[in-house]
């Protein structure tokens, strides 16, 4: 205890206040168990935003971190690396035919996706820069990733922000299709709305949203941020958006932060060739983005979601969690609705509950709630079963307790 608040003391004088960090010191995870400096154990069904999607201290990602630093650290984009290529690859793979830039999280994924879709129009129309979002959204916090976000919350003590960022209410295909104009230039989306509390939209708005891109031109983004490498029980959400014809919806453009790195710092832009291909030498760039270590380790995450069928068992857990949640009869007069994919999973009470996540936390569980009042699980997609279980018994317990 004493060392925890000499801990929690020095923070206090070093390090800027901007999150709201519960007064606890994680020293050390392993799987899906997290544990303090006071040595008490927590399940992790949120997995640090969702990041570490293999859990914490994963042998094969140690391993693959360990043989990467002893080989190349880092040397900069001037030079090809193996890594990243390796990355690129699994993307065309899981994905679709594509190419890659890589950065270091979300926000700078969506930035430059949003920049390479005002390049496309550069020499053509040059006029076409608005990028439209939709209300409730999240995309990051830099000025032009603020101006994207459809939460005026997270915009307040920062304006002005970068014009030609429209926003409109999701899910709705009239009002979207209402505020294309002349000077739009893309669409962004999150195949389901993580921060603005795992929101879905009908089977048929995606594609109707593709539709609309093919027919004027448009870029579409797919902001697979949250959705993205297996959470919702695909390798990407947007592959439950089907065609009217078969097969799946493709975005122009998908990006990639949180799990794409396990847990390291990687944000991926992912362009289909013909758009990827304006982003010629001088258009964008950054020092460390594709880091060999931080890429080996992207390249083992998708290897080991593979290789130990893990978006079987992401599906099997899901499928779980509904039935177990949805007929659990002490917390079921308290739930609005419960809803996601996967294991990307929102429980929307009717009112916000008061210090829920430090009743939780006493209670040895580590989650999150967002919008106010959806409590968010996003654990490790290798969770074993009965971690699960436990964790599911104790966030039932946690809510019929709020
Ligand atoms: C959908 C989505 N896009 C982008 C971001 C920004 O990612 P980062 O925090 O890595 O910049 C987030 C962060 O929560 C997100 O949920």
């Known amino acids: 205890m004493f060392q925890t608040q000499q801990i929690l003391d020095r923070a206090g004088n070093v390090l800027i206040q901007n999150y709201a960090r519960q007064p606890i010191v994680m020293a050390r995870g392993e799987g899906s168990l997290l544990f ?19 859990g914490h201290c994963h042998p094969a990602l140690i391993d693959a971190a360990n043989a990467q630093a002893h080989q190349l650290w880092h040397v900069g984009n001037t030079y090809h690396t193996e890594p990243q290529i390796e990355v690129a690859e699994r993307m065309n793979r899981f ?26 129009y550069k020499d053509s129309s040059p006029r076409r820069y608005k990028i439209i979002s939709l209300h409730q959204s999240f995309h990051g916090r830099s000025l032009a990733m603020l101006a994207t976000t459809g939460n005026p919350k997270v915009k307040v003590g920062f304006d002005p922000l970068p014009p030609g960022f429209v926003q409109v209410d999701p899910g709705d295909f ?20 993580g921060e603005g509390g795992i929101n879905l939209y009908s089977t048929d708005y995606p594609q109707r949203v593709r539709d609309l891109c093919d027919k004027l031109g448009l870029t579409l983004i797919f902001d697979e941020v949250w959705t993205g490498c297996g959470r ?22 998908m990006t990639l932060g949180k799990a794409v790195g396990g847990g390291l710092p990687v944000g991926v832009m992912f362009a289909k060739p013909d758009l990827a291909n304006l982003m010629v030498p001088g258009t964008h760039g950054c020092t460390l983005g594709g880091n060999p270590i931080c890429m080996a380790v992207a390249r083992t995450v998708f290897d080991v979601i ?66 106010q009042k959806v409590i968010r699980l996003a654990p490790p997609v290798n969770i074993p079963q009965q971690l699960w279980q436990q964790g599911l018994d104790t966030l039932i317990d946690t809510v019929a307790a709020v």
């Not at 303090?36 to 570490?52: C, E, H, K, Q, S």
């Not at 950065?103 to 496309?120: D, F, I, M, P, Y």
């Not at 919702?232 to 453009?253: L, M, R």
């Open 36 to 54: 303090d400096t006071d040595g008490r154990r927590y399940i992790d069904l949120f997995a640090g935003f969702g990041a570490a999607i293999l």
């Open 95 to 120: 994905a679709f035919p594509g190419k890659a830039f890589f950065c270091h999280s979300g926000l700078e994924a969506n930035e430059a996706a949003c920049k390479l879709a005002r390049l496309r």
């Open 174 to 193: 009239d009002k979207l299709a209402a505020a294309v104009d002349s000077e739009t230039a893309a669409i962004i989306i999150e195949p389901i709305q």
């Open 232 to 253: 919702t029980g695909k390798w990407f959400a947007h592959q439950y958006f089907s065609k009217s014809g078969g097969g799946v919806i493709t975005p122009d453009i």
């Open 306 to 371: 593979e290789k130990e069928n893990l978006l079987d068992h992401v599906n099997a857990l899901s499928e779980f969690a509904l039935a177990r949640l949805s007929k659990e009869t002490r917390i079921a007069p308290k739930v609005a609705a419960i809803r996601g994919r996967g294991v990307m999973l929102g429980i929307e009470l009717k009112t916000p509950p008061e210090k829920f996540l430090e009743k939780a936390l006493e209670r040895g569980l580590v989650i999150n709630l967002t919008a």
